[in-house]
C-alpha cells in the first residue's frame, strides 16, 4: 500500500495546467490502486490471565474425556470447468499434471492477452469465479465426474487480442476497457502482460495483480477532466451557467491555471458553461464546487454518478475514492486531482450514463454452461442494464453538447452511422502523469435499451477508454494529443 504522497508543484489535467501546494488535510494518503483493501483482525485477549484459565481449563476437560478416533477420507476438490469468451473461443481449462493434481491451462492463443485478467495468479476471474467452477457439471465429462461446470464469458477474445497487440506495437503502456452498451465488457486489455506458463504453480503475485503486469483497468488512480463529466452535470443541476475565468486563480498562497493560461490572450473572461467543459477549464469548474459546496457535491456524486459508494461487479468491487478536507481539497476535485481516485472501468460505465443518461453497472459473466456441451445454457449470467445511477433528463443534453465538442475536436474518424462522444483527462499521479480518451462511439440504432442473448453479431454502441501511462514516450503532454493512439484501438473495434 502506499500511505503518503505529496502533491507535484505543477501537474496537468485534461489539457489543463495546476499548480497545487500540499493540501490543507495534511499530506494526502494514497490508497491501495487494488480494489480491495484487506484488513487482519487480530485478538489479543488470549494473553490474559482469564483466558489462560480458560485454556487450562478445557485441555484438562478434553484429557479426562472418553474419545474416539474417526476415519477421515480426503478426496480431490471439484476441477474448475472452462472458461469461454462470448463467441464460444476456449479460454482457461483444466488437466492434469503429473502427480494427479488439478493443472489450470489457458489456450495459447489468448494466453498472453487475457493473462492478467483471467489468471489466478493475477487474482483475476479464475479466482473470482472459483466457487461456481467448482460446482460439479451436470453429467462427467470425459469419464471424469470430478469437473465442475463451465463459464462464458462476454469478452471477445478477437477484439482483446486485436488490441493488445495494437498496444505492444505502439508501445502504450497502460489499458483499454471497451464495454457495449448493456454493461458487458468486450474487452479489458493491459499493457505489458506476462505469459502464465513462466508462472506455473504461483498461486498469486503482487506485481502480476497489481505492478507491472497487473490489471491496470482496474486500479484507482486519479482520472484528471475525465471527471469533469460528472462536475459539468453537477454544475448544470446548480444553475451555474456563466462564471469569471482568469485563466489563473490565486488564493491562499496556491493558485489553479488552466492549461492556456500564458497562450489564451482572451483571459479574463465570462466562462460559459458549455465552453468551460469543452475547453477543459479548472478553473470554472472549481469555483463551481465552491460556490455549490461539499456536501451538495457529495450527494450529487453518489444519487447520480454512484461514485462515493462500491459498486459490486461480478468480477468484483469498484471502490472509487474522494476525500475532501478543506475548499482547496473541493475545488481540485471538481477536475479529477487531490483525493480523487477511480479506475478506466468505471470510466467505461460513466462513459455509458453520459451518452444514455443511465449508469449500468459492468460485468462479464454471461452464462454459466454445461462442460460437455458449450451451447447448453444451465444458469442466466450477471443482469444485464442493471441501471445504479442516473442522470436527470434536464441535464442530459448539455452534457451531450459538451462532450460532441470535444469529440470533434479529437477528429476520431468512424464508420458511417455512429457518433463520437468523449472528454479527455490529464492527470497528475504518484507514478507521473496518466492521459485518459473517455469516448462513446453511439450507433444510431442503438437507443441504451437493448438485451442480447447472443454478442456474435453484436452492432450497437461501443464505450471505449484508453489510458496511457507512459506518455513522455510519444511527448505528448496533454490528452488530447494521445488522439491518434486511440484512433488505432477505435479501429481494433469497429473495422
Not at 14 to 37: E, M, R
Not at 461 to 475: A, D, E, H, L, T
Request: proline share 4%; hydrophobic share 35%; aromatic share 10%.
Amino acid at each position: 500500500m502506499i500511505n503518503t504522497r505529496q502533491k507535484i508543484a505543477a501537474a496537468m489535467a485534461a489539457a489543463v495546467t495546476i499548480f497545487s501546494l500540499p493540501s490543507c488535510g495534511g499530506v494526502p494518503k494514497q490508497l491501495d490502486p487494488s480494489p480491495s483493501q484487506h484488513t487482519i483482525n487480530r485478538d489479543d485477549s488470549s494473553n490474559s490471565e482469564e483466558n489462560k484459565q480458560q485454556s487450562t481449563k478445557t485441555t484438562t476437560t478434553m484429557t479426562t474425556a472418553t474419545t474416539t478416533e474417526a476415519t477421515t477420507t480426503t478426496t480431490e476438490p471439484v476441477k474448475r470447468g472452462n472458461l469461454y469468451d462470448a463467441d464460444g473461443d476456449l479460454l482457461m481449462f483444466s488437466g492434469t499434471d503429473a502427480n494427479g493434481k488439478e493443472d489450470r491451462m489457458t489456450n495459447d492463443s489468448n494466453k498472453v492477452a487475457f493473462a492478467n485478467v483471467l489468471n489466478e495468479m493475477s487474482e483475476g476471474l479464475d479466482l473470482a469465479f472459483e466457487e461456481k467452477l467448482r460446482v460439479p457439471n451436470p453429467s462427467s465429462v470425459d469419464g471424469d465426474s470430478n469437473v465442475g461446470q463451465s463459464i462464458q464469458l462476454t469478452f471477445d477474445a478477437d477484439t482483446q487480442n486485436k488490441i493488445y497487440d495494437y498496444m505492444a506495437g505502439q508501445n502504450i503502456i497502460g489499458s483499454a476497457v471497451v464495454m457495449r452498451s448493456d454493461g458487458s465488457l468486450m474487452a479489458q486489455v493491459n499493457y505489458p502482460s506476462y505469459n502464465p506458463d513462466d508462472y506455473k504453480g504461483v498461486k498469486t503475485e503482487e506485481d502480476l495483480a497489481w505492478g507491472t503486469y497487473g490489471n491496470k483497468a482496474f486500479q484507482n488512480y486519479p482520472p484528471g477532466s475525465c471527471f469533469k463529466i460528472m462536475s459539468e452535470v453537477i454544475s448544470d443541476k446548480h444553475e451555474i451557467y456563466s462564471l469569471y475565468d482568469e485563466g489563473k486563480w490565486e488564493f491562499d498562497g496556491t493558485s489553479i491555471v488552466n492549461w492556456d493560461h500564458d497562450t489564451n490572450y482572451g483571459y479574463p473572461m465570462q466562462r460559459s458553461l458549455n465552453s468551460a467543459f469543452v475547453n477543459s477549464s479548472n478553473i470554472f469548474f472549481a469555483r463551481s464546487f465552491d460556490t455549490i459546496g461539499k456536501d451538495a457535491v457529495l450527494e450529487d456524486l453518489d444519487t447520480i454518478f454512484h461514485f462515493v459508494s462500491p459498486i459490486e461487479c461480478d468480477f468484483g468491487v469498484i471502490s472509487n475514492n474522494v476525500e475532501i478536507y478543506c475548499n482547496d481539497d473541493l475545488r481540485r476535485t471538481a477536475f479529477g486531482q487531490s483525493y480523487v481516485l477511480t479506475c478506466p472501468i468505471y470510466l467505461a460505465a460513466l462513459g455509458r450514463e453520459a451518452a444514455y443518461g443511465d449508469m449500468v453497472k459492468p460485468f462479464v459473466m454471461k452464462s454459466i454452461v454445461d462442460t460437455n456441451d458449450f451451447n447448453t445454457i444451465l444458469q442466466s449470467g450477471s443482469k444485464p442494464l442493471d441501471v445504479i445511477g442516473t442522470i436527470p433528463k434536464e441535464y442530459r443534453q448539455n452534457l451531450l453538447d459538451g462532450m460532441s465538442g470535444v469529440g470533434a475536436g479529437l477528429g476520431i474518424s468512424l464508420p458511417a452511422g455512429y457518433s463520437f462522444y468523449a472528454k479527455t483527462g490529464t492527470a497528475e499521479t504518484w507514478e507521473g502523469d496518466f492521459l485518459y480518451i473517455t469516448g462513446v462511439l453511439k450507433n444510431a440504432n442503438d437507443d441504451g435499451n437493448g438485451s442480447y442473448t447472443d454478442y456474435s453479431d453484436y452492432n450497437g454502441s461501443y464505450i471505449v477508454v484508453m489510458q496511457v501511462r507512459n506518455p513522455g514516450y510519444f511527448g505528448y503532454d496533454f490528452a488530447s494529443k494521445s488522439a491518434p493512439l486511440y484512433q488505432g484501438i477505435v479501429n481494433c473495434v469497429v473495422q
